[in-house]
């Protein structure tokens, strides 16, 4: 297959109740990883779980989630890591093998099914023989064309924790596991991940190239086939400063989307607006890479929230299919010139960013391509989600990188609250899928960590899930009682006067079920975390 089938973007400008009810994630199958060595992680360790967990810090936090399990790297004898990138050495012996060591200890291999790193932590393992060429698309190319690509971020990695990836690596083409990209079996679920059993999670798996780069799939039965059990899912708490990192888990505790007044933003960029069937040169959706394909997806998120769950009004989902800076969207608050201007609070950011074709809208004369993230009105629980190369590179001080896009990290100082980003160049094939964010977070009833795994097609890659991942998301749909919360009134608010939660045209049997199945999630969780 031709170099030029892969899109280097570096280069290119319904829930089953009764299941969810049961098997959703709780805050001590949570562990925080931290290095008290490091200030920065320390404190954002202390926040989260509270200082009477974390020792050393400034004492006398309340925890920000109660229950949390924590682990502090430096206990294990391993050196401290450095802020920006692991060998895959550095990886095994001071994050993998620690982390290894304190479940199985404490016999918690099963119990933990989340992993969540800390400011300050690194985020990116470099490549086995060619150190940065993640930071060079098209040296990237090429060395993804021989098979023999193995950078990866440390997050990705730890997803499959048990498995030795890296074993028989000697820089040539498929001679690890680790050359190339894993598919990812919780890619497309609707389900939590306590559904998936995870019993078989530190067997040996068994992998076949299945593709291009390659593409590792999994087949056969239990206990080699990798299943979605097997996962750890793993979020970052991570941002420009610790304060930063404090209000984005702040945001999270409150997520209520206001569906009459929150916007859903899909800003493609040379699109011809249409569900394609098939792939086409179009960003979201591309088929290149064996397994990796879910659909168009802006246009199909599109059709979902408007055609499909209409709970988010119609008009503020909102799509875009040109380029240049007449079709790009922005908000106020960098006084910009051009562009469609939203004032409303976004819920979704989903674009192109830097990526968008053509010109872009000007701020005091300067383009707003790659700081476009600063300009919008942010809701609680907004999440960033942008087909750009590098958005999750600059954290621990690393920079941009070498193309200018826009940061994760400039859009949690923004105000944002969730994002998913990419440490070094991904291949457009892998963008996480807006579509399963949408019906499994923002019309959904998962956990942060659980739906933004589900979006994202693949594992032992390039990418980063940033934010608390338990938060979870309410809409003031199900508020019927107008408390500003969702909660059992609600639902007696509705038995005296059914409200058309579903904007079918009528109240019905399926409105009260939507309205049950975010009350019985919710219910489970406050008993088991202990939340009022």
């Known amino acids: 297959m031709s170099q030029f089938a892969v899109r280097v973007l570096g280069v290119v400008a319904g829930l089953c109740l009764g299941v969810s009810a049961r098997a ?32 050393g810090g400034v004492g006398n936090l309340a925890a920000a989630r ?23 050495v550095d990886f095994r012996t001071k994050v993998r093998d620690p982390l290894r060591a304190h479940l199985t200890a404490n016999r918690l291999e099963r119990r933990v099914r989340c992993l969540v790193m800390t400011k300050g932590l690194p985020h990116r393992m470099d490549d086995s023989d060619t150190i940065v060429v993640g930071d060079n698309p098209g040296a990237f190319i090429d060395e993804f064309n021989g098979f023999d690509v193995t950078c990866a971020s440390v997050d990705s990695q730890l997803t499959l924790l048990w498995q030795d990836l890296n074993a028989g690596e000697n820089g040539n083409a498929s001679d690890s596991k680790d050359d190339g990209v894993i598919v990812n079996p919780y890619w497309k679920s609707a389900l939590p991940i306590g559904s998936f059993t995870n019993v078989n999670n530190q067997a040996v798996k068994a992998f076949s190239s299945t593709g291009l780069g390659p593409v590792w799939a999994t087949g056969g039965s239990a206990p080699a086939r990798l299943t979605a059990g097997d ?5 970052r708490l991570d941002g420009q ?13 409150s997520i209520l989307y206001n569906v009459s007044t929150d916007v859903v933003l899909l800003d493609e960029s040379g699109s011809n607006g249409v569900t394609d069937t098939g792939g086409n040169g179009e960003l979201d959706n591309q088929t290149a890479l064996a397994g990796m394909w879910a659909g168009d997806d802006y246009e199909k998120t599109r059709d979902y929230l408007t055609l499909t769950d209409k709970r988010f009004a119609p008009a503020n989902v909102r799509y875009d299919a040109s380029a240049n800076a007449a079709s790009f969207f922005i908000g106020p608050r960098l006084n910009p010139v051009g562009g469609v201007l939203v004032t409303n609070p976004v819920a979704l950011l989903g674009t192109y960013g830097s990526n968008h074709a053509g010109t872009f809208p000007t701020s005091n004369g300067s383009s707003v391509a790659i700081v476009f993230a600063a300009s919008f009105n942010y809701a609680n629980g907004a999440i960033f989600n942008t087909i750009e190369s590098y958005n999750g590179r600059n954290f621990g001080g690393v920079g941009d990188g070498p193309i200018a896009q826009e940061q994760a990290s400039d859009f949690i100082a923004a105000g944002g609250t969730l994002a998913i980003g990419h440490v070094w160049e991904p291949l457009a094939d892998t963008i996480a ?17 659980e739906a933004a795994w589900t979006s994202i097609p693949c594992l032992s890659w390039m ?12 809409r003031s749909s199900e508020d019927v009682d107008g408390s500003g919360r969702v909660g059992v009134g609600d639902l007696y608010a509705w038995q005296v006067s059914p409200t058309d939660i579903d904007r079918s045209g009528a109240a019905s049997a399926a409105d009260r079920a939507i309205l049950v199945g975010t009350l019985r999630f919710d219910e489970r969780v406050g008993m088991v975390s202990g939340r009022p």
């Not at 399990?69 to 060998?87: E, K, Q």
């Not at 990418?463 to 309410?474: F, M, N, Q, T």
């Open 24 to 55: 959703q994630l709780v805050p001590d199958q949570v562990l925080v990883v931290y290095d008290s060595r490091i200030a920065d992680s320390r404190a954002v360790a202390e926040f989260y779980a509270g200082s009477a967990r974390v020792p």
């Open 231 to 235: 996962l750890y899912l793993v979020t």
């Open 463 to 474: 990418h980063v899930v940033i934010g608390d991942p338990l938060a979870r998301p309410s």
């Open 433 to 449: 899928d807006n579509e399963f964010l949408a019906k499994n977070f923002l019309v959904g009833n998962l956990s942060w960590a």
């Open 66 to 88: 109660p229950g949390v399990r924590v682990f502090d790297l430096a206990t294990s004898g391993a050196a401290v890591t450095d802020a920006t990138y692991l060998s895959y």
């Open 241 to 253: 400063t610790v304060s930063d990192v404090q209000a984005m888990v702040n945001r999270g505790k």
